[in-house]
């Protein structure tokens, strides 16, 4: 499998507490362009967050174009979204993180929209029962997340789309 390398700008500002951020994704040469909700670049610039949140944005990031793969958690191999979201975490901050994405939120401290962070987690009921979380993606900024689609592997996706409304359950951070 050819590895595809994803470029990374930081692009975010902060507005009385709030970011204004665009996200895109941005490949090398010869590889497709990963997308982000019709953007085509990555753009991550500044963010204000603590070196470990952004530890664990860069981890998180390192793992876009790896496949999903069910009940894995293997970056560049495959994975689903609730083992990139456990891993990221085991391997920056040594936290041990419940293998599911439902666990996961019911370890997680709740979140109101304001008092997202990056490296922050967000759920979304994607299953058939409207109110079972189901999904489970990593916040770069208030907007982006990076996530593992059954269809596309590891993609960041914005959470302002029609879709993610629609499922979103909560926003969690994971406790000290």
Known sequence: MNIRTVLLVCFATVTIGIFSTSCHSSHKAGSQSNRVHGEESLSIKNINATESQK?????????????????????????????????????VTGKKLPRNSAKQAEFCLPLEKGEVQPGDLVFFATGHDPEKISHVGIMIDDVCFVHASTKKGVIVSRIDTPYYIRTFIMFGRVPD
């Open 55 to 91: 530890q664990i944005v860069k981890e998180a990031l390192s793992w876009v174009d790896t496949p999903y793969a069910y009940a894995k958690c293997d970056k560049k191999k495959g994975t689903d979204c609730s083992g990139m979201v456990l891993r990221v975490y085991e391997d």
